[in-house]
């Protein structure tokens, strides 16, 4: 069964941090590309990051750059995503999802999606 499970979220202050954490079961993981995606109170969905493959080549929504990391371990079949100087704009529920490709965009289409993390940035 195919099946990709987050974790890591939670409560923090502006200006903290969080690392979420993407494990991946069911499929041949170290193939395929990963994005993280998020989806802000009233808000559409829209990407974060993704990384392809081998960790060739990672994309970051402009928001986010600077702050946050997109990082994968293929001996653990898990993907990261650190987010440092979080903002309230940040916060969201986070899922992360493969396109089962090599590559990635921000775009998608993406196939399969984790049930996602809640993220809450507030003082």
């Known amino acids: 069964q195919v099946q990709l499970v987050e974790s890591g979220g939670g409560s923090v202050q502006p200006g903290g941090s969080l690392r979420l954490s993407c494990a991946a079961s069911?499929?041949?993981?170290?193939?395929?590309?990963i994005g993280w995606f998020r989806q802000g109170p009233g808000n559409e969905r829209e990407g974060v990051s993704c990384?392809?493959?081998?960790?060739?080549?990672?994309f970051y929504k402009d928001s986010v750059k600077g702050r946050f990391t997109i990082s994968r371990d293929d001996a653990k079949n898990t993907v990261y995503l650190q987010m440092n100087s979080l903002t309230p704009d940040d916060t969201a529920i986070y899922h992360c999802?493969?396109?089962?490709?090599?590559?990635?965009?921000?775009?998608?289409?993406?196939?399969?999606w984790g049930q996602g993390t809640l993220v809450s940035v507030s003082s």
């Open positions: 069911g499929f041949g993981f170290d193939n395929y590309a």
């Open positions: 999802a493969t396109n089962f490709k090599f590559g990635c965009t921000l775009d998608g289409p993406y196939s399969v």
């Open positions: 990384i392809t493959r081998g960790s060739g080549q990672v």
